[in-house]
């Protein structure tokens, strides 16, 4: 166990009150993981818009009765196949007056370019604009390369992704079917950019791509942010802090990090040993953060099997400590866990900082989510 003495960022104050808008047609958006869902309901609710965020459709019903409508689909943790399928299901269930916003990750993980052809399909959509690049996040495409932070995806962290390396930077080696789908994968360097490429793809294009095509998505329709973003800072009491990313860093949280045996990693155990572990440690401290300190295995089925161990452990400390904030960073880490413990449809959703995500589940439980690849006060260098 390790407890860092300080929060690394400064408190929250509260957000200025936001005043409701209404749009002509609602705003459904489908994101392939549910940090990135998260990210996109904290902005629209920023902007004044009704939101709500769902991780399921009612027996295959989608009801769209917001402004913004939200859905994690975590299609990013299926197959290629199922994530089509998936995304036909959700398809044939959406309404005809809606506005549809395609999420996509910003470091290029996931079944990408099958989703955005089935919707293509279904929607009979001629072209797409696909706007990857998040430039207020120091994520942008140059000459076809995309970059992180000034260096090329293929050369950071993201190449050793486990489901996902970035093993080039060119967007059109990863994505080669783009030009024959009609897919436009422009050159971005600044929301100026992004602004030229919706002015020039109109209103015809399907619109798919990361957070600030979205913010930009709202400002043309003339709509304006209205809370303050603060910094965001961990609750000091009663928290559960998971971090459920290869991109975390646990060693920055100001709270005990309890990490995951390496017994329990290879799969030689059972999670509940280390429920017994840890569940002392917090109720002595009243937070705690779950992490995974290893790096050894790669593969699906890894990923799959630590997911679901790190869900099963919050489920069970949640039953024993009944914490009253839960955090968590990694998008396919928190639909499992939001899953195992029940929890469909998000309310109440404010943004406290970029990516960084609070909302209340249907039991009162207060959820901060984030992706892993950003800083709790902003994006990774």
């Known amino acids: 166990m390790s407890k860092k003495s300080a929060c690394p960022v400064q408190q929250v104050r509260p957000v200025q009150q936001v005043r409701p ?16 869902a998260a990210e996109i309901a904290g902005i629209a609710s920023s902007y004044g ?20 409508t939200v859905l994690a689909t975590d299609t990013r943790s299926a197959n290629e196949r199922d ?9 044939r ?11 996509t990750d910003s470091a290029l993980r996931g079944h990408i ?30 000459g076809g390369i995309y970059y992180v932070g000034g260096i090329p995806i293929s050369q950071t962290a993201f190449a050793h992704d486990p489901e996902f390396p970035a093993l080039t930077s060119s967007v059109y080696e990863r994505f080669p079917e783009a030009e024959g789908m009609e897919v436009l994968i422009p050159d971005v360097s600044s929301a100026d950019d992004i602004r030229h490429w919706l002015n020039e793809a109109g209103g015809n294009a399907l619109l798919a791509g990361a957070a600030d095509l979205f913010v930009e998505l709202l400002r043309l329709m003339g709509l304006t942010q209205q809370s303050v973003k603060h910094d965001f800072c961990f609750p000091s009491e009663n928290v559960l802090v998971v971090c459920g ?4 860093r ?39 953060a779950l992490a995974i300190p290893f790096h050894h295995l790669t593969g699906k089925e890894v990923a799959v099997r630590l997911r679901e161990t790190m869900a099963e452990m919050v489920r069970s400390l949640v039953a024993i400590c009944r914490p009253d904030n839960l ?13 195992t413990l029940g929890f469909s449809h998000f309310h109440d959703i404010c943004q406290l900082a970029p990516g960084v995500v609070r909302m209340c589940a249907e039991n009162g439980m207060r959820l901060t989510l984030k992706p892993g690849s950003y800083r709790w006060n902003g994006p990774l260098p």
């Open 245 to 248: 990313s290869t991109q975390s």
């Open 113 to 142: 370019m099958a989703e955005i052809r089935a919707w293509m399909d279904a929607l009979l959509a001629a072209r797409v604009l696909f706007i990857p690049a998040n430039p207020s996040k120091c994520r942008t495409i140059q």
């Open 93 to 103: 269930a959406l309404p005809g007056d809606v506005l549809l916003f395609k999420k």
């Open 250 to 288: 646990p060693d920055l949280l100001p709270v005990p990090v309890a990490t995951m045996p390496l017994d329990l990693y290879n799969g030689d155990t059972d999670v509940q040993e280390w429920v017994a572990e840890v569940a002392p440690v917090f109720a002595a401290h009243h937070a705690m």
């Open 327 to 339: 955090v968590i960073e990694g998008g396919a880490t928190a639909f499992a866990c939001c899953r």
């Open 49 to 68: 818009l009704d939101t709500e965020l769902l991780t399921a459709m009612s027996d295959g019903v989608l009801t769209v009765s917001k402004d913004v």
């Open 83 to 91: 994530a089509v399928e998936m995304t036909r299901s959700v398809a």
């Open 21 to 36: 808008v209404r749009l002509a047609r609602p705003i459904f958006v489908v994101a392939d993981d549910l940090t990135g």
